[in-house]
């Protein structure tokens, strides 16, 4: 945003913003002022103080200091979740949330049969995992279809996940196959009626409906979900921003993990399809002294991942492990 553009034009050119995503977004709750300690450096100064700050908080906070405090940046990230089911939250044409039996609600929590619309689903592609009620109207949902006859009904309320007793050892809510996660809807509506849904309802997020035309930030990719498959990936992304976005203004960001030639796929495809509205995070991160020049680490530390850089591989001077960023 230009610096000499009045705060009201710039809201009203700049919507409030949603960034939707997986734990990149949601934050990964790293330990960024041990990190920051080590190196001497000043976290207010760089817009975060917490523990797994997240670039939502970043944002708004430079935002505010341009003198544009009115613009909310809605964090619409769920840590564990791959392309397919962000997409999913956020209600678009070809993936979302539906009940794939029929259920019968009325006051007190019901397990539902949770699921998504895509032939073939399995392993990671679960549903929605552990952040769903943490950042972003993820768990407030609207239940919408017909019952036996044909006639259209609603109901809203919370969905809230688990896992069942026979997950393996190991594993856990973010990274189990979604055989092993349970959901259990409780209506908060306040009506006492029973309620009897056919197959096949829509579960919408509240998120899909409260961020409706925001700015957009779509980070999404390192958990999969696309099958390896760039065209798959960039049809999610366009259905996000035509469910979700502003068809003006939106950022498209990419994967920081791996290096510059085992991104550049992905980053060549992205980059010819969203044009100066896309971010190769992986490259901005890894492949020059200028990011970490930027945060403020010195020679000694910079020469340290010389190597790094030049294969633009990640490191844990800006990383906590392969993908994750701290503060």
């Keep these: 945003i230009p610096t000499n553009i009045d705060a009201n034009v710039a809201s009203s050119k700049l919507p409030n913003i949603a960034?939707?995503?997986?734990?990149?977004?949601a934050g990964s709750n790293v330990n960024n002022v041990t990190v920051a300690n080590a190196h001497g450096l000043d976290l207010v100064a760089l817009g975060s103080t917490k523990n797994g700050?997240?670039?939502?908080?970043?944002?708004?906070?430079?935002?505010?200091?341009?003198?544009?405090?009115?613009?909310?940046?809605?964090?619409?990230?769920?840590?564990?979740?791959?392309?397919?089911?962000?997409?999913?939250?956020?209600?678009?044409?070809?993936?979302?949330?539906?009940?794939?039996?029929?259920?019968?609600?009325?006051?007190?929590?019901?397990?539902?049969?949770?699921?998504?619309?895509?032939?073939?689903?399995?392993?990671?592609?679960?549903?929605?995992r552990k952040d769903i009620k943490v950042n972003a109207e993820m768990s407030?949902?609207?239940?919408?279809?017909?019952?036996?006859?044909?006639?259209?009904?609603?109901?809203?309320?919370?969905?809230?996940?688990?896992?069942?007793?026979?997950?393996?050892?190991?594993?856990?809510?973010?990274?189990?196959?979604?055989?092993?996660?349970?959901?259990?809807?409780?209506?908060?509506?306040?009506?006492?009626?029973?309620?009897?849904?056919?197959?096949?309802?829509?579960?919408?997020?509240?998120?899909?409906?409260?961020?409706?035309?925001?700015?957009?930030?779509?980070?999404?990719?390192?958990?999969?979900?696309?099958?390896?498959?760039?065209?798959?990936?960039?049809?999610?992304?366009?259905?996000?921003?035509?469910?979700?976005?502003?068809?003006?203004?939106y950022l498209v960001i990419s994967t920081t993990s791996g290096s510059t030639e085992s991104r550049k796929a992905i980053t060549e495809a992205l980059a010819a399809r969203w044009g100066d509205r896309y971010i190769n995070m992986g490259n901005e991160l890894n492949s020059s002294r200028k990011s970490y020049e930027f945060v403020g680490f010195s020679e000694e530390a910079i020469v340290s991942v010389q190597e790094n850089i030049i294969a633009g591989t990640v490191t844990t001077l800006l990383l906590a492990d392969n993908c994750h960023p701290h503060a």
């Design 19 to 25: 960034s939707w995503g997986d734990s990149i977004t």
């Design 140 to 249: 407030n949902v609207t239940i919408t279809g017909t019952d036996a006859n044909g006639n259209s009904i609603s109901v809203t309320g919370i969905i809230t996940c688990t896992v069942t007793e026979d997950i393996p050892e190991g594993k856990y809510i973010w990274n189990c196959d979604s055989k092993y996660l349970r959901y259990t809807f409780t209506r908060t509506d306040g009506k006492t009626d029973t309620v009897n849904f056919a197959a096949g309802a829509k579960v919408i997020t509240n998120a899909s409906v409260i961020y409706d035309g925001r700015t957009c930030i779509v980070f999404m990719g390192e958990n999969g979900g696309y099958n390896n498959d760039i065209p798959t990936l960039i049809k999610q992304q366009e259905e996000i921003l035509k469910a979700c976005g502003n068809p003006e203004y």
């Design 53 to 128: 700050g997240t670039y939502s908080e970043v944002l708004r906070n430079l935002i505010a200091a341009k003198g544009y405090g009115g613009i909310n940046v809605a964090n619409c990230g769920v840590g564990g979740e791959t392309t397919f089911t962000i997409a999913a939250r956020a209600n678009t044409e070809n993936y979302y949330l539906y009940l794939s039996s029929g259920v019968t609600l009325s006051t007190s929590p019901v397990v539902i049969p949770l699921a998504q619309n895509k032939n073939g689903m399995s392993g990671r592609d679960g549903v929605l």
